[in-house]
């Protein structure tokens, strides 16, 4: 096992998720991460990514916590004190999509998690992976959204019977921070064009401040192109021509069906993860969390095996390990998975294959080469 530093460091004015190894010293050498479970598929994709993990050399402390449908069996809530807590004591989290009801019920833990960790940004990389078919190859688009207001502040009212109000409420605080740290990660990665998604001609206030201070902002960016598009039009553009973006960024509601969007264009949810950071309402520190972004539902094959695919949580896994500066394994896992891709039998149903998660994590791990070598791997950010 390569021992890694624990990266996680003390306030910072800088931008989360991207910290230097300053305070290494301060916490214990291998990372600890919490690791949602919320029943036997999420369990089983759990368990894949810890095995492929470990085979890949990498040592990480693992600590299961329960939320979802397990969170409500075991400590009435979807999203259990406990859990959240132990996020914020830990600064990372992976995790699958938690389920929410439809139209009634509790508010989405998911939504939930990400306002009571103080996460405001959450980069989804539109990008094809080797071996999945899609409808079009070669796009690479970042979308950087807001993950906690406007329409998700979950602020509705009947006025009078027949009359409901569901308010947007949108901060410049907020909006500045997130469309600063697109500009930080465009520039970071090299990145040559920021677009801002809104719909300031109907919206004139809430999204035309949004519009507004993302032109304030790009003053101090001469480097890196800045336009924004009406919202509607973007998704049309996104299918049409999706090379005419390379970094978007948007509010929450855009950001959302953006990502579904692009996700349709590469071959499927699974393979448009989350990164999420955020700094804590309570002190400042950062928080990372890695996210799957589609429902896993309750895939099993006919054994009662749980059959999701191992990627929907794979995927998230290899932004955590670039995360905490494991890349070399990321590329190597990538390269694993390309070569699964390649044999269907070693597959889930998603990818049209017979194998359980279970099956497919063991057939990644027989994959996994020696070293990284020179070749692009699958899922490279
Ligand atoms: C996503 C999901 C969530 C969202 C749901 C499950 C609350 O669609 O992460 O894209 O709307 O943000
Ligand atoms: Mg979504």
Redesign the pocket.
Same mark, same amino acid.
């Given at each position: 096992m390569s021992a890694l530093p624990d990266h996680r460091q003390g306030p910072t004015t800088g931008e989360p998720g991207h910290s230097t190894a300053a305070a290494a010293d301060r916490r214990p050498a291998v990372p600890r991460v919490i690791l949602l479970e919320a029943g036997p598929v999420s369990a089983a994709l759990g368990e894949a990514v810890r095995s492929v993990v470990a085979a890949a050399g990498v040592d990480i402390a693992w600590q299961v916590e329960p939320a979802g449908a397990l969170g409500v069996d075991r400590l009435g809530s979807p999203l259990p004190d406990a859990t959240v807590a132990a996020i914020a004591d830990a600064g990372r989290c992976l995790k699958t999509?938690l389920r +929410?009801p439809t139209g009634g019920g509790y508010e %989405?833990p998911?939504?939930q998690l990400r306002k009571r960790l103080g996460i405001f940004a959450g980069v989804r990389a539109i990008r094809n992976l080797d071996g999945v078919p899609s409808r079009y190859q070669g796009v690479d688009v970042l979308l950087v959204r807001e993950l906690t207001e406007e329409i998700y502040s979950g602020i509705e009212h009947e006025v009078v019977p027949g009359v409901v109000q569901t308010i947007k409420v949108l901060t410049r605080h907020k909006s500045e921070r997130v469309i600063r740290f697109a500009f930080e990660l465009a520039r970071r990665r090299g990145r040559k064009r920021l677009t801002l998604v809104h719909k300031a001609n109907i919206m004139k206030r809430s999204d035309g401040l949004f519009r507004a201070i993302g032109r304030e902002i790009a003053s101090d960016y001469p480097d890196i192109a800045f336009d924004d598009v009406i919202a509607d039009n973007a998704a049309m553009q996104l299918v049409v021509r999706p090379e005419r973006f390379d970094v978007l960024v948007a509010g929450n509601l855009f950001g959302?069906i953006l990502?579904d969007v692009g996700a349709g264009l590469v071959g499927g949810s699974a393979l448009v993860t %989350?990164h999420n950071s955020g700094l804590l309402p309570a002190n400042g520190l950062p928080v990372e969390v890695f996210?799957a +972004?589609h429902h896993v539902g309750l895939a099993v094959d006919t054994d009662g095996e749980p059959a999701a695919s191992a990627l929907t949580l794979l995927l998230p896994a290899l932004d955590l390990l670039r995360h905490l500066g494991a890349t070399d394994a990321a590329t190597r896992i990538g390269l694993a998975i390309t070569a699964v891709l390649r044999d269907p039998a070693a597959t889930t149903p998603d990818h049209g294959g017979r194998a359980s998660t279970r099956a497919m994590a063991a057939a990644i791990v027989a994959a996994l080469p020696a070293d990284a070598g020179a070749i692009a791997p699958a899922g490279a950010r």
């Amino acid at each position: 096992m390569s021992a890694l530093p624990d990266h996680r460091q003390g306030p910072t004015t800088g931008e989360p998720g991207h910290s230097t190894a300053a305070a290494a010293d301060r916490r214990p050498a291998v990372p600890r991460v919490i690791l949602l479970e919320a029943g036997p598929v999420s369990a089983a994709l759990g368990e894949a990514v810890r095995s492929v993990v470990a085979a890949a050399g990498v040592d990480i402390a693992w600590q299961v916590e329960p939320a979802g449908a397990l969170g409500v069996d075991r400590l009435g809530s979807p999203l259990p004190d406990a859990t959240v807590a132990a996020i914020a004591d830990a600064g990372r989290c992976l995790k699958t999509l938690l389920r +929410t009801p439809t139209g009634g019920g509790y508010e %989405s833990p998911n939504v939930q998690l990400r306002k009571r960790l103080g996460i405001f940004a959450g980069v989804r990389a539109i990008r094809n992976l080797d071996g999945v078919p899609s409808r079009y190859q070669g796009v690479d688009v970042l979308l950087v959204r807001e993950l906690t207001e406007e329409i998700y502040s979950g602020i509705e009212h009947e006025v009078v019977p027949g009359v409901v109000q569901t308010i947007k409420v949108l901060t410049r605080h907020k909006s500045e921070r997130v469309i600063r740290f697109a500009f930080e990660l465009a520039r970071r990665r090299g990145r040559k064009r920021l677009t801002l998604v809104h719909k300031a001609n109907i919206m004139k206030r809430s999204d035309g401040l949004f519009r507004a201070i993302g032109r304030e902002i790009a003053s101090d960016y001469p480097d890196i192109a800045f336009d924004d598009v009406i919202a509607d039009n973007a998704a049309m553009q996104l299918v049409v021509r999706p090379e005419r973006f390379d970094v978007l960024v948007a509010g929450n509601l855009f950001g959302d069906i953006l990502a579904d969007v692009g996700a349709g264009l590469v071959g499927g949810s699974a393979l448009v993860t %989350s990164h999420n950071s955020g700094l804590l309402p309570a002190n400042g520190l950062p928080v990372e969390v890695f996210e799957a +972004t589609h429902h896993v539902g309750l895939a099993v094959d006919t054994d009662g095996e749980p059959a999701a695919s191992a990627l929907t949580l794979l995927l998230p896994a290899l932004d955590l390990l670039r995360h905490l500066g494991a890349t070399d394994a990321a590329t190597r896992i990538g390269l694993a998975i390309t070569a699964v891709l390649r044999d269907p039998a070693a597959t889930t149903p998603d990818h049209g294959g017979r194998a359980s998660t279970r099956a497919m994590a063991a057939a990644i791990v027989a994959a996994l080469p020696a070293d990284a070598g020179a070749i692009a791997p699958a899922g490279a950010r």
